[in-house]
């Protein structure tokens, strides 16, 4: 188990060491409230756009479900007759020039992985750039474009927002509820109050606390061909090799068990580099992983190897609650 596995672990069981920590999270705690507090008082510049942007963040570290959320809201809006963009950070990208178009034929190298799935999948016009805000104002002088995605960015207060969806993972929750790097907060908790929604990845219905959504998985792909087969190709007992390298590799490998399969799990880092040597693995098996990792696999992938895709399914509360607020939102800038 590495370091960084390690402090997750920390993080979300306890342990007595991170109580050396608190010099550091009061510190960050320190930056991250001023940084804030700035932000609200106007003392720091803010590009707003003239469409409405939508913020679709963490308060901690580690995957929540993001992306398939974010292709919820792509569908969703264009279901509406709205023409949609995204903008990303595109972590681990390393593109020619920022701001960075991102196509379906380029290398999750070039892109990023989360990206380029989006494009991928969606074909939604995305832009990459750390500055967020200089990449909506590409993005606007690229496309016609009636509203936009910002993927994460909860922190990046360059960019002015109309609405801040949180994800939380239902099953770890807030972990120990402190900041970095004594917990896996990136904000306090008390940041949760001024969100507009929170959803709940992992819980099948609604709370106080805030929405609930789940991941559903629709179908195996064949990262080698894109050939799409149904769940029950593989039989109930099914032994397979498990690849994730997302932010919570064990809600992939306990999605892979709910469907009564044996995964023979290998977690990776999180936007983890993949060759053909490090996928090999004994005994000879299907392999099978997150359609994240299939983006930086194809050109080495084999005929066995498949991913998963899911779909996210907000509850219907929620999907509810955004038609009222897009109506609010579009109504607000005509």
Excluded at 54 to 72: A, E
Excluded at 184 to 207: I, Y
Excluded at 279 to 290: A, I, K, N, Q, Y
Aim: proline letters at 7%; one cysteine or more; charged letters at 20%.
């Amino acid at each position: 188990m590495g370091l960084a596995e390690r402090l997750v672990n920390a993080w979300y069981q306890g342990h007595p060491a991170l109580l050396l920590l608190r010099p550091l999270e009061w510190l960050y705690r320190a930056v991250v409230q001023r940084k804030r507090q700035r932000f609200l008082a106007g003392q720091s510049p803010s590009y707003r756009a003239p469409v409405p942007v939508i913020v679709v963040g963490n308060i901690t570290v580690g995957g929540t479900g993001k992306t398939p959320l974010i292709l919820y809201l792509i569908e969703h809006c264009r279901a509406r007759g709205l023409r949609v963009g995204v903008v990303s950070r595109g972590y681990g990208a390393q593109p020619p020039s920022l701001p960075w178009r991102v196509t379906a034929e380029q290398s999750a190298d070039e892109a990023g992985d989360e990206p380029l799935l989006l494009v991928q999948r969606s074909g939604v016009a995305l832009m990459i750039d750390p500055d967020r805000a200089r990449a909506v104002q590409a993005l606007l002088s690229a496309e016609p474009l009636d509203l936009i995605l910002c993927d994460d960015g909860l922190q990046h207060y360059r960019l002015a927002r109309d609405l801040e969806l949180v994800l939380i993972d239902a099953v770890r929750g807030l972990g120990n509820r402190r900041c970095l790097p004594a917990g896996p907060l990136r904000e306090p908790q008390a940041r949760l109050q001024s969100v507009d929604a929170v959803l709940f990845n992992g819980a099948s219905t609604d709370s106080t606390e805030g929405f609930g959504f789940t991941l559903q998985p629709t179908a195996l792909v064949n990262v080698a061909s894109g050939e799409r087969q149904p769940l029950d190709v593989f039989a109930p007992g099914q032994a397979v090799h498990a690849v994730a390298g997302i932010g919570n590799p064990q809600r992939f490998f306990r999605t892979l068990e709910a469907l009564n399969w044996r995964p023979i799990a290998h977690a990776f880092a999180d936007h983890a580099t993949y060759s053909a040597a490090n996928l090999d693995f004994s005994p000879s098996l299907p392999l099978l992983m997150t359609e994240k990792d299939a983006v930086k696999c194809r050109a080495f992938a084999q005929p066995d190897w498949w991913y998963l895709a899911v779909d996210a399914r907000p509850s219907p509360a929620f999907s509810a609650w955004l038609d009222g607020q897009l109506d609010a939102l579009l109504a607000a800038r005509h």
